[in-house]
Every structure is written in C-alpha cells, then in structure tokens.
C-alpha cells in the first residue's frame, strides 16, 4: 500500500507559476513510477505528467510540455511538478498517482485526494 498527499496548489493569475508536491509513505518509493493527472470541472480525469522509477525518463501531454517539468527525490520519498506561464485551462484538481509501470493512461494502483489549481485570467 502507497500513500500520496499532495500539496501546493492555489489561485494564481494567468502567466504565473506553482510548484505541487506529491509525498509519499508506505513502500518504497523508488519502487513506484509516479504521474500527475488533473481533471477540470466536468471533465474527465486527463494525465499530464509522468516520470520513471529512477527519474531517467519524463513524458508529457502535448499541452504542457515547455511548461511543465516533473521530477522526483526518492530520498525525500517525493514527486514535483513544476508548472510555469499557467494558462486558465490549467485549472483543475491535480492528481499523485504511484504504480510499478512507467505508463501514461489512467490504469494507476495508488491515487492522492488532489489539490486545487485555479489560474485566473
């Protein structure tokens, strides 16, 4: 069993920038891909981000790549997400996800409770 608490998120104006975080208790850390999923208000839940057990490798969704980054300090059992020049279709509830494959549908074993993001125009 995997724990995630997310924190992080807020309002900001459009153009500005937040950086989540995902901490995580429970198994190893290291032993677990990590994502970032968000889901906008009557919208399905859509990935975003994700980034292997060892941090080597990173994928995005088109929209958010050159303005997202997603890492991870498996010594600090934590995944980031850094997210710059937001745009208000950024807001949503974001989503930690864990799972031992590195995938990027919504097919993830552990899940956060989420944070607000809310980008204002």
């Known amino acids: 069993q995997v724990q995630l608490v997310e924190s992080g998120g807020g309002l900001v104006q459009a153009g500005g920038s937040l950086r989540l975080s995902c901490a995580a208790s429970?198994?190893?850390?290291?032993?677990?891909?990590m994502a970032w999923f968000r889901q906008g208000p009557g919208k399905e839940r859509d990935f975003v981000a994700a980034?292997?057990?060892?941090?080597?490798?990173?994928y995005y969704r088109d929209s958010v790549k050159g303005r997202f980054t997603i890492s991870r300090d498996n010594a600090k059992n934590t995944v980031y997400l850094q997210m710059n020049n937001l745009k208000p279709e950024d807001t949503a509830v974001y989503y930690c996800a864990a799972d031992p494959l590195f995938k990027v549908d919504r097919s993830y074993a552990y899940w956060g409770q989420g944070t607000q993001v809310t980008v204002s125009s």
């Open positions: 980034i292997s057990r060892s941090g080597d490798t990173t």
């Open positions: 429970g198994r190893t850390f290291s032993g677990y891909a």
